[in-house]
């Protein structure tokens, strides 16, 4: 079992102290007979006399004091381990001055018997990196029932802290953060079902480290680069949770010193521009914003050479997926090597296999980049090729490079219904046709077939909304389409969609689903919604939200009504184990319910 406390902290007169106690169990034995073992990390002064160890039964108030010396570690024996035990560490200086007490670690006593810990695991290993999510889970036995489990966690900023509260959940989800770098550990607590203990039993783990994944540091370029040539540098860091700030620096090894590209801004991107040639390196400093850390992650470029050479283009690449659809806008970028003189100028042009043409579509200028959102009329196949020269050339081009053949697709027609079937003959469903394409201005058409007659009918001529409103008149099976064509069209349609038979008929309310949009644990003051899914009635549905809470029962969430939909945002005092029911009955009915659905138990923490 290993707790440890983190305390930084300096006496004005002569020693400081940045202790971090852990206190190691040995092997279970007789309590009168373990062994307890402190460690900590040591002080640097040259003044240090040594270590004062002090423990006791109640939290700062302590009846032993041990000399440990210049030692880092203290073995004691003799404790009584069926009370808690509460320990803290003090620095001396050679010349009797103290520092203040470290931050204290508790000893929990041991559990009464019948609740026994089994296990606790975790999803990743350790060291933890910022921004990668752990999921721990715990498993334990009561001989008198079901066990809750709490989570308890620690930061070395932090110290311990209650991660979440008491419930059924045996699973606990962290995100550590950047201002959880450092070292950390995990302790459960787990009692009896309605117990009113503390705990019964408890686990702990050994300290473990948050660290962060080292920033990364790119180029637009291949080197070696010609000198005029403007180079941008990219940086990023991996997990970071919070807004972060970055420096850039480079290093002329003619001059044998680092220069500041650019001091700290909240942009992860610089561009420099050599003037002359040279081995050079570049790194970037990054740090949280409001930090006043010199960094907190670093990344470096290596050495480069900024000198004439071949031009040659290395790559030109897609910022989407190939193929696409018409009305996704792709931006491709060239990436070259070498060159005599910058800066470099760029050409692209395009090809149609439909008009069998080549075109170019952005004339010669310093942009690596061509950006381009095909509309309809240029799906089908397409090649785009980069020429590249030299600033001063005067060649069609010095270097090439062109893309293999790729694909542009007609965005599809999308038709969706706000029901879900079968519906009673009284109710309204609406039905939205879309086609993702923001490049072009669609009008849309709805035809409805009865399958008893075998005939279609125009649900709603050729309109720009793409919207149509249907109340069966009659039982029965139905089908329905939207056409779609370019507004202005003669064309019977350009695109179309149609669904599957659609029954008609009154019966009793069934749900279908309740779906949410948070993952679990949720946090106090974070916004949940549920969304209830259903079919049948005998009219409109309406539907009732009830949740209940393992301390205070059932209640009403959100009274029947037509909306599908209910939100929740749990209250600082509002903590627990929850379960969500969803019931629906057809309107007007005067049933309590006709069909419900209920969630699993899940923890707001």
Request: include cysteine; charged fraction near 15%.
């Amino acid at each position: 079992m290993t707790l440890r406390q983190f305390s930084s902290f300096v006496c004005r007169c002569a020693v400081s102290a940045a202790v971090a106690l852990a206190v190691l169990i040995a092997a279970p034995a007789l309590a009168s007979a373990q062994t307890i073992t402190l460690t900590w990390d040591p002080n640097t002064e040259a003044n240090l006399g040594g270590y004062l160890v002090h423990s006791g039964t109640h939290s700062r108030s302590y009846s032993t004091q041990t000399d440990a010396g210049k030692q880092t570690t203290l073995s004691m024996t003799g404790l009584d381990l069926t009370k808690d035990n509460f320990f803290a560490v003090q620095a001396y200086s050679i010349d009797g001055l103290l520092s203040p007490l470290s931050q204290e670690v508790l000893l929990p006593a041991n559990p009464a018997a019948g609740t026994t810990i089994t296990g606790i695991s975790s999803n990743v290993g350790v060291p933890l990196l910022v921004g990668t999510p752990v999921t721990w889970t715990a498993s334990a036995t009561s001989s008198t029932g079901a066990v809750e489990y709490k989570f308890l966690l620690f930061g070395q900023q932090t110290g311990w802290r209650v991660a979440q509260d008491y419930s059924t959940s045996a699973t606990f989800t962290w995100t550590p953060g950047w201002n959880d770098i450092g070292k950390a550990s995990l302790q459960v607590w787990v009692r009896t079902a309605g117990s009113t203990a503390p705990y019964e039993a408890w686990r702990g783990l050994d300290a473990f480290d948050v660290t962060t994944e080292p920033a990364s540091l790119k180029a637009d370029t291949e080197f070696p680069s010609p000198s005029g040539q403007a180079i941008l540098w990219t940086a990023a860091v991996t997990g970071a949770t919070s807004p972060l700030e970055y420096k850039f620096l480079a290093l002329d090894k003619a001059l044998g010193a680092w220069a500041v590209l650019r001091d700290y801004t909240q942009s992860n991107q610089v561009t420099w521009t050599p003037t002359h040639n040279g081995k050079y390196a570049v790194q970037v400093w990054a740090r949280r914003v409001g930090s006043g850390a010199a960094y907190e992650s670093w990344a470096g470029s290596g050495e480069f050479d900024i000198a004439p050479s071949r031009l040659s283009v290395v790559s030109i690449d897609a910022d989407k997926a190939l193929p696409a659809l018409t009305g996704t806008t792709i931006t491709w970028t060239a990436r070259t090597r070498g060159g005599t003189a910058g800066p470099l100028q760029f050409k692209f042009v395009r090809y149609s296999a439909q008009t069998a043409t080549w075109k170019v579509v952005q004339d010669y200028s310093p942009l690596r980049t061509y950006t381009w959102t095909p509309t309809w009329g240029d799906d089908g196949f397409h090649v785009l090729q980069v020429w590249v020269k030299n600033a001063g050339s005067a060649a069609s081009y010095d270097a090439w490079l062109g893309t293999d053949t790729f694909e542009l697709r007609r965005a599809p027609l999308q038709l969706t219904a706000d029901k879900v079937f079968p519906v009673a003959p009284s109710v309204n469903v609406r039905w939205t046709a879309e086609v993702p394409d923001p490049s072009v201005a669609l009008e849309y058409s709805f035809f409805i077939y009865d399958r008893s007659k075998g005939t279609w009918t125009v649900g709603r001529p050729y309109n720009t909304t793409n919207t149509f409103d249907w109340t069966p008149g009659a039982t029965g099976t139905f089908a329905l389409q939207a056409w779609a064509r370019k507004a202005g069209s003669s064309s019977a349609y350009d695109v179309w969609r149609g669904t599957d038979y659609l029954d008609v008929f009154s019966s009793p309310a069934r749900m279908k689903s309740v779906t949410v949009d948070t993952s679990f644990p949720a946090s106090r003051g974070t916004p949940i919604t549920w969304t209830a899914t259903a079919s049948g009635g005998t009219s409109a549905l309406e539907y009732r939200f009830v949740i209940y809470n393992a301390s205070t029962g059932w209640r009403v969430l959100k009274e029947y009504s037509q909306s599908r939909t209910a939100t929740w945002t749990p209250a600082a005092n509002e903590a627990g184990t929850y379960a969500l029911q969803v019931w629906v009955r057809s309107t007007g009915s005067a049933s309590s319910f006709e069909d419900w659905q209920g969630t699993a138990f899940f923890v707001v923490k």
